[in-house]
Nanobody, 119 residues
Framework: QVQLVESGGGLVQPGGSLRLSCAASGRILSINVMGWYRQAPGKQRDLVASITRGDSTNYPDSVKGRFTISRDNANNTMYLQMNSLRPEDTAVYYC?????????????WGQGTQVTVSS
């Protein structure tokens, strides 16, 4: 099992910045890819950023150049630095870990943290 705990959400004005953190515990070595997803009311949960064990990163065009994903392996923590925030970035942000589980894989999720971008 993998446990994920997010922190760092809040209210920020347009153009501002926030940094989200995701602390992982449990079977850390089973994790292949970690990522951040977000879900706005009435919408599906979408990928915001991902990072592999080899530190390859991936971003959708909507956040490319504004968001940066990183990880601190010594502290088993993943971060999402969000700059130049826009009202459309408002959503609940979820930490995800895609990990080996038996002969396959399993996705683990954090509880989510609210990010609100508003003046």
């Amino acid at each position: 099992q993998v446990q994920l705990v997010e922190s760092g959400g809040g209210l920020v004005q347009p153009g501002g910045s926030l940094r989200l953190s995701c602390a992982a515990s449990g079977r850390i070595l089973s994790i292949n890819v970690m990522g951040w997803y977000r879900q706005a009311p009435g919408k599906q949960r979408d990928l915001v950023a991902s990072i592999t064990r080899g530190d390859s990163t991936n971003y959708p065009d909507s956040v490319k150049g504004r968001f940066t994903i990183s990880r601190d392996n010594a502290n088993n923590t993943m971060y999402l630095q969000m700059n130049s925030l826009r009202p459309e970035d408002t959503a609940v942000y979820y930490c995800n870990a895609h990990a080996r589980y038996g002969m396959g894989y399993r996705d683990y999720w954090g509880q989510g943290t609210q990010v609100t971008v508003s003046s």
